[in-house]
């Protein structure tokens, strides 16, 4: 509609528009007189009034189409120069009127109102010249009705073509929804088809990695258990070929060993085989029936709760029967030709007593990795996820307690032998305390000291010593509560610490590169030391 009307004001404006074009184009266009004069539609000269001067002045007038063109004259009365006025007929029109001089002309402008008085000699030339000046603009005006008519029959025609558009567009949205909601129909269905692919892939990617964990899990279970059977079957090897035979040999004429070195290196092993042949049993039982949601976490954590007092206590005695048990290899002849007798059957071909006696250490850290890998392959929807953390959770806490009881006793070992070790008069000065404990001994060089003396590190104080065989004289201490800083560098193979002491020297120990290393165990004793606040004065 809009449309409409832009289309309806060009038509009935036209004439403005058709005078400001033609204005524009002769504006730019130069008109010479040789391009007019050839084939002129009309011509003839005409007396024109000046607008300004108002004075009388003959001029060639010269019609070619729409336009009429003003040209002077000479003293030939011929056109000469260039066009002085060009005139569209289409809105100018003429028409006789009287004034100072007789056969006069009104020449006006329909739209600006713009006039120009024009004459001629005679009323005939008159007539010509009104009858040549109003065809063109009567041409237009019937043009421009005429535009007018076939605008309106145009605007009635639209009017229907927009009512039969209105049906048509209300029809083609009526097929598009139906089209819509059949290709959203197809879309819908397309994407169902391809969720239900994706789905299916899902799931069996889903199965895929179950089925994986379930076979892992069944393979860590076997794994389990084939290493508890072994190491059953070793324990027993100990039991039945060596702790009864040879209790049985220590009551006749002919021992072999002692009771008491029996009871020293083979009797700790038989809780231990105890508590294990249990756990063995469970496990297989537990493994006959093996489906994919069997548990086995409350079942280890449940035995660990057993285990820990027989671990606990041969973990503990583990340093005094390996030796025991070294000595009598290395010296009882008896016992060596009795380990050789056995060893003479094929299955016992390989026996060795200390790769036995060593298992019960390393067995719980197997447990530990077995579990821990279980719970890696066991999903977290599975019933037994929890149970295995228990179960692991317990066999940490065994793990950890054997380790600090194992730590508190090298630690009191280590501590009774300094203490018997010490020689000289500053040794008799120490004030030794429960809480202090050994860190480290070593070689060391001090400061720019040839002679290599041997350091001992406590939590409370560092010992300097001369070492003479399994003696050592004490030569200086250095309390930890007086380091103010220590700092450290590695040259080479030797790290080389400074220790700056309140009141004291700046000391520098030169000592071999080790793992841990020398300056991180001093400067973390030294951290804790001041975070605990505990002095040899308390």
Not at 36 to 56: A, E, H, T
Not at 134 to 146: F, G, I, R, S, T
Not at 343 to 372: G, H, M, V
Not at 425 to 447: M, N
């Amino acid at each position: 509609m809009k449309q409409l009307l832009i289309l309806s004001a060009i038509v009935l404006f036209s004439p403005i528009a058709v005078y400001l074009m033609m204005k524009k184009e002769n504006s730019k266009k130069k008109i010479t007189i040789d391009e007019v004069i050839q084939s002129p539609d009309d011509q003839g000269f005409l007396w024109k009034k000046g607008k300004w001067l108002r004075m009388w002045k003959k001029r060639f007038f010269l019609r070619k189409g729409v336009n009429l063109f003003n040209f002077e004259a000479d003293s030939n009365m011929k056109p000469m120069g260039e066009i002085r006025d060009v005139f569209d007929l289409r809105v100018w029109r003429a028409e006789k009127t009287t004034g100072d001089r007789p056969h006069m002309i009104r020449f006006v402008h329909s739209i600006t109102k713009d006039e120009h008085l024009l004459s001629t000699n005679t009323q005939d030339e008159v007539k010509y010249w009104i009858k040549v000046l109003n065809d063109c603009y009567l041409v237009a005006q019937y043009e421009n009705k005429v535009a007018k008519i076939i605008l309106c029959q145009s605007i009635i025609r639209m009017r229907k073509d927009i009512k039969q558009y209105k049906k048509l567009k209300i029809a083609a949205t009526k097929i598009q929804t139906i089209l819509r909601k059949h290709n959203i129909r197809n879309t819908y269905l397309e994407k169902k088809k391809n969720v239900i692919k994706c789905q299916s892939v899902v799931r069996r990617w889903i199965c895929l990695r179950r089925f994986k964990l379930v076979k892992r899990r069944i393979l860590i279970v076997k794994e389990l258990v084939a290493t508890e059977t072994s190491y059953v079957i070793n324990l027993q090897i100990v039991d039945s070929m060596f702790t009864q035979p040879l209790m049985d040999l220590s009551s006749t004429n002919t021992p072999i060993l002692s009771p008491e070195e029996i009871a020293a290196i083979f009797v700790p092993i038989q809780p231990i085989l105890t508590v294990n042949s249990m756990l063995l049993e469970d496990l297989e039982s537990r493994l006959s029936q093996w489906h994919v949601d069997k548990k086995i976490g409350r079942l280890m954590a449940n035995h660990m709760n057993t285990m820990k007092g027989a671990y606990v206590t041969y973990i503990l005695d583990y340093p005094e029967i390996i030796s025991s048990l070294t000595s009598v290899i290395k010296k009882n002849n008896l016992f060596t030709q009795y380990i050789s007798k056995i060893r003479q059957e094929d299955k016992y071909r390989t026996l060795d007593l200390p790769s036995i006696f060593i298992q019960p250490i390393q067995r719980l850290p197997r447990y530990e990795l077995l579990l821990k890998d279980l719970i890696k392959h066991t999903p977290k929807t599975h019933p037994d996820y929890s149970e295995l953390h228990t179960g692991l959770d317990m066999i940490t806490e065994v793990t950890k307690d054997i380790n600090e009881k194992r730590r508190v006793k090298d630690n009191s070992v280590a501590f009774n032998k300094l203490k018997g070790a010490l020689t000289g008069k500053l040794a008799k000065t120490i004030k030794w305390a429960p809480y202090h404990i050994h860190l480290r001994e070593g070689d060391v060089q001090v400061s720019n000291n040839k002679k290599v003396m041997y350091m001992f590190a406590l939590n409370e104080f560092l010992l300097f010593t001369q070492k003479d065989k399994d003696k050592h004289k004490l030569l200086s201490i250095i309390f930890v509560k007086n380091i103010t800083s220590m700092s450290s560098s590695v040259e080479g193979t030797v790290e080389k610490i400074v220790i700056n002491v309140q009141g004291a020297d700046t000391l520098t120990v030169s000592a071999p590169r080790s793992s841990p290393s020398w300056s991180s165990l001093l400067e973390k004793n030294l951290e804790e030391y001041k975070t605990r606040g505990i002095t040899l004065s308390q």
